[in-house]
């Protein structure tokens, strides 16, 4: 297992070099693929509850705080940042989900938020 991972890292990384001349170096005898841990930052505040909506479609990509720190817009303004999100980005938001997220997103703006 560990030496396909192996081979399969080398000939990716032979692919990489300059197509007329590939190169077929062998990695190193003590090359080995590791384990990292990393802490990530906790998100200083949550998304309402009556914004779950919200939090399903749009945190997948972005904090709550960044969602939470946008200016106030209007609905029309709203569709347009979905509709880039979904075009741009590709973000797989249900077309039908539109309408709710809208209003959600104005609701919230409306709403104070409690730190976590
Ligand atoms: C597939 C990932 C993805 C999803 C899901 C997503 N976005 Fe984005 N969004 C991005 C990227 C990438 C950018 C550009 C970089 C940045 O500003 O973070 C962006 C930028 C933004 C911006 C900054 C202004 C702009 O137009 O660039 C806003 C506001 C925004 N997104 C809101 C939302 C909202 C609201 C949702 C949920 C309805 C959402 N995003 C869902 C990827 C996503």
């Excluded at 209003?103 to 709403?111: E, F, G, P, S």
Aim: charged share 20%; aromatic share 2%.
């Amino acid at each position: 297992m560990r030496r396909s991972i192996i081979i399969g890292l080398a000939v990716v990384l032979a692919g990489c070099s300059a197509p007329s001349a590939p190169k077929t170096e062998a990695l190193p005898k003590d090359f080995a693929l590791r384990s990292a841990a990393i802490t990530l930052p906790a998100d200083q505040v949550s998304l309402p509850p009556a914004a779950e909506i919200v939090t399903i479609n749009c945190t997948a990509c972005h904090s709550p705080e960044m969602i939470l720190s946008q200016p106030v817009l209007d609905a029309a303004t709203w569709q347009k940042e979905i509709d880039k999100m979904r075009t741009a980005y590709r973000a797989s938001i249900d077309p039908k989900d539109d309408a709710a997220l809208v209003a959600a997103l104005i609701k919230m703006q409306q709403t104070p938020t409690t730190p976590n």
